[in-house]
């Protein structure tokens, strides 16, 4: 008796499930064609430049990127930084090979001596430097060097990675895509579309 009650009753259940999902099954149907309209959009006749090749280009060139896809306030601030970083490079390289030099020669002329010597300031001051405080500038001149070219790799990665970024999302905009407008009878009233692309 407990056995045909629980059949029943499981019987009952599945067929209340069946019946729900029928119904839900047709309101879907029913409210599809009506409340969606879709579109598919071929894509563009001229389609944008490969972003990855746009990115490598700007690495080599930060800035280019960014002219290419007509943002000429972010173009000139890339490549005015890098104008600006190279210089820093230029700078700390001279800096660092003339104190490099320094410490050379004052190295020979204190290994024929047994007393520490002082050294006028090789760049023209009115100080006297020991062979410690040349080799110490020696470094500074090494470490900023090193500092100027990461943050130029920096920059070039940003760029790229930017320039990168509003390629792709050109490219997808370039097609091919569906465009889904929302409901005109009620529902979704937004004065928009909604596009999925591929």
């Excluded at 008796?1 to 059949?7: N, Y």
């Excluded at 370039?174 to 692309?197: H, K, L, N, V």
Aim: hydrophobic share 45%.
């Amino acid at each position: 008796m407990r056995m045909c009650d629980s059949r029943t009753s499981f019987s009952y259940a599945l067929l209340t499930c069946c019946f729900v999902a029928m119904a839900f099954a047709g309101r879907i149907s029913a409210a599809g064609p009506e409340t969606a309209h879709a579109r598919f959009v071929p894509p563009d006749s001229i389609q944008p430049v490969a972003p990855l090749k746009l990115a490598a280009i700007d690495f080599l060139l930060p800035g280019y990127g960014m002219y290419r896809q007509n943002e000429p306030g972010y173009a000139a601030a890339y490549f005015s930084t890098n104008l600006v970083n190279l210089g820093l490079i230029y700078v700390a390289y001279r800096n660092w090979r003339f104190y490099e030099s320094a410490f050379r020669a004052a190295e020979l002329r204190q290994s024929q001596e047994a007393d520490p010597l002082q050294f006028a300031d090789p760049a023209g001051g009115s100080d006297f430097l020991t062979l410690q405080d040349i080799k110490n500038r020696a470094d500074r001149g090494q470490l900023f060097f090193a500092v100027s070219v990461v943050a130029n790799v920096a920059l070039r990665f940003l760029s790229a990675t930017h320039t990168w970024s509003l390629a792709d999302a050109a490219k997808r905009r370039s097609g091919p895509r569906y465009e889904i407008y929302p409901d005109t009878a009620g529902g979704m009233r937004a004065a928009g579309m909604y596009s999925f692309y591929f």
